[in-house]
């Protein structure tokens, strides 16, 4: 018995499921469309818990989806947000080398972001750092001019105006908790009702590999969650940063390193650091969760990534727990910030596909079974490319146009 039929369902109200939407709605007008949320609003997890920042493009892999969705995906959420008056600013930013050993490793991002497409970089030295970023210090910086802030926990809104505006329809408090496929539909269970469907799509984020088997598939990958927390800069502190002043990343990690961000609001932020949380939704040291503890520590991979990084997590760990520590890796491209210009700020939880061997997935992963489309691993920078991601989903989606 169901309460109502469906041409496509979206599970997952979040940037990535809201742009798949708007997408569908684009181009199947005629298609009725249905997005199931299980929070009260949209955007309540990582889309509305993040840095706010949009992505150059200059990390990534060339060729890879990453590279590619986000240098486009960028120059389309600019745009996106000019059309509808959504705050944003390109404004650029910094990434500094501050031991000699980063210096190769500058090179290479910016070997690399030229050879994804982006335009102005130059690697600059400490006098035209300091012209840029007054307070900053370090041997050499690259300078990205095409990154730019916003605030996806709006951007999303917009999109879940748009398809209404469209025909589609957002349903919040609606949590997927059952999936029952065959041949001719698949049925989703909620506590606002079942529905029926032709196609599904999972865009669940930090429990999107639970809904794979929820809908009888099996994952290859086990979504891991990183918590990244935050301090603020107090408000008379706030001027020591005039816009994004990042670490050279360590290659072998998907995180960026903690860095500074001056918002679109105008406040300044520090983070995000990368603690294994201990609950999917867990924004707290103390938020733990047993099931989603035991799906980490029961899965080989698991164990495998801890031997591989467990450095790299004893240093965010220790810098989560001790507020010198967070600051003194601040303090190597700011040097005249202090303890007592931070206070604790938020957090977000990111989601992170891991693999069996032990490897983080490390570019987005959409798996296609039958009518359904697993979203599986889209982290950072999947808010900026979020537009573009979901023309790439749409597209491998084929059976909506059947
Ligand atoms: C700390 C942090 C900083 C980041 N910084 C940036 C940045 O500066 N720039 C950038 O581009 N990206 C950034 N990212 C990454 C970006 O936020 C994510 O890649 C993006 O938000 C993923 O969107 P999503 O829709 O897949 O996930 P989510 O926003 O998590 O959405 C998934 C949704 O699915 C819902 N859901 C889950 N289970 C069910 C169910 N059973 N039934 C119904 N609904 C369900 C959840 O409630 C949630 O709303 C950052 C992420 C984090 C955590």
Known sequence: MTDSRYNV????GGVVGLAVALEITRRFPRLRLLVLEKEDAVARHQSGHNSGVIHSGVYYKPGSLKARLC?????????????HNIPHKVCGKVIVATHAEELPRLEDLRQRGEANGLAGLRLIGPEELREIEPHASGL????????????????SKKY????????????????????QRNTSETVVETPRGAFATASLINCAGLFSDRISRMAGDR??????????????????????VRALIYPVPDPRFPFLGVHFTRRITGTVDAGPNAVLALAREGYRHSDINLRDLASALTFPGFWRMAFRY?????????????????????QRMLPEVRESDLVPGGSGVRAQALKPDGTLVDDFQFVPSGKVLHVLNVPSPAATASLTIAKAIVDTATFLSE
């Open 9 to 12: 369902i979206i599970i997952g």
């Open 71 to 83: 240098v486009a995906g960028a120059a389309a959420m600019v745009e996106f947000c000019r059309q």
């Open 140 to 155: 050499q910086a690259l300078l990205v001019p095409s990154t730019g802030i916003t605030d996806y926990a709006v951007v």
């Open 160 to 179: 879940a105006e748009l398809i209404a505006a469209g025909g589609g329809t957002v349903l919040t408090s609606a949590a997927a908790n059952g999936i």
């Open 219 to 240: 994952p290859s990958a086990r979504i891991i969650p990183f918590r990244g927390e935050y301090y603020d800069l107090i408000p008379e502190r706030a001027s020591l």
């Open 310 to 330: 467990w450095r790299n997590a004893f240093g965010e760990w220790y810098r989560s727990l001790s507020k010198p520590a967070f600051v003194r890796a601040l």
